[in-house]
């Protein structure tokens, strides 16, 4: 069955880039017609969506973030990535991969199982 | 951008009890794009409802979706022991959105 698994540093640098990889298992991000989607959930609170990308490459990205996001993908490796600049304390949180559940309807219905980053000196 | 509302913050409950909880959106919800997650500890969320009342794969008939417009609302009919749990709203269109969440505690 489908898998996603995040990878990248558990601590991040005040102003530094965060650079996160999510690698997909049981399902080829070239031959799908879905999105795959990035979305974060500070500690003790809600989700926040990040943006989403198709396996061509088209973006969409969260308007309060898009300064900052940046979200690639390597079919190669079937794999999606995020990286983000200038990071700040608010963006501690747990990082979701994740992908459309239906093509019709921008929705997740697969997830990894996220990963802390923390953002201190 | 429209900005949805859950309530209550916290809905105490027993089991085999009815939960109803409320998702209002701030302008009206193009194509009945909502979308409904629950959410255990530790876990990552798990698609409940799309599309308004689409129950995803492997999702119990005991949760059901409904409304329309700006009011929308998730109803559990019987909640089980692992429905406890926090649940969120989500909409999506131009944009992509979440509600705040609902805690559903014994």
């Known amino acids: 069955q489908l898998q996603l698994q995040e990878s990248g540093p558990g601590l991040v640098k005040p102003s530094e880039t965060l650079s996160l990889t999510c690698t997909v298992s049981g399902g080829s991000i070239r031959s799908s017609t879905y999105y795959w989607g990035w979305i974060r959930q500070p500690p003790g609170k809600g989700l926040e969506w990040i943006g989403s990308i198709y396996h061509s490459g088209s973006t969409y990205y969260n308007p309060s973030l898009k300064s900052r996001v940046t979200i690639s993908v390597d079919t190669s490796k079937n794999q999606f990535s995020l990286k983000v600049v200038s990071m700040t304390a608010a963006d501690t949180a747990v990082y979701y991969c994740?992908?459309?559940?239906?093509?019709?309807?921008?929705?997740?219905?697969?997830w990894g199982q996220g990963t802390l980053v923390t953002v201190s000196s | 951008e429209i900005v949805l509302t859950q309530s209550p913050g916290t809905l105490s409950l027993s089991p085999g009890e009815r939960a109803t909880l409320s998702c209002r959106a701030s302008q009206s919800v193009s194509s009945d794009f909502l979308a409904w997650y629950q959410q255990a500890p530790g876990q990552a969320p798990r698609l409940l409802i799309y599309n308004v009342f689409n129950r995803a794969t492997g999702i119990p008939d005991r949760f059901s979706g409904s409304g329309s417009g700006t009011d929308f609302t998730l109803t559990i009919s019987r909640l089980e022991p692992e429905d406890f749990a926090v649940y969120y709203c989500q909409h999506y269109g131009t944009s992509l959105t979440f509600g705040g969440g609902t805690k559903v505690e014994i």
């Open positions: 994740a992908r459309e559940f239906s093509d019709t309807a921008m929705v997740y219905g697969y």
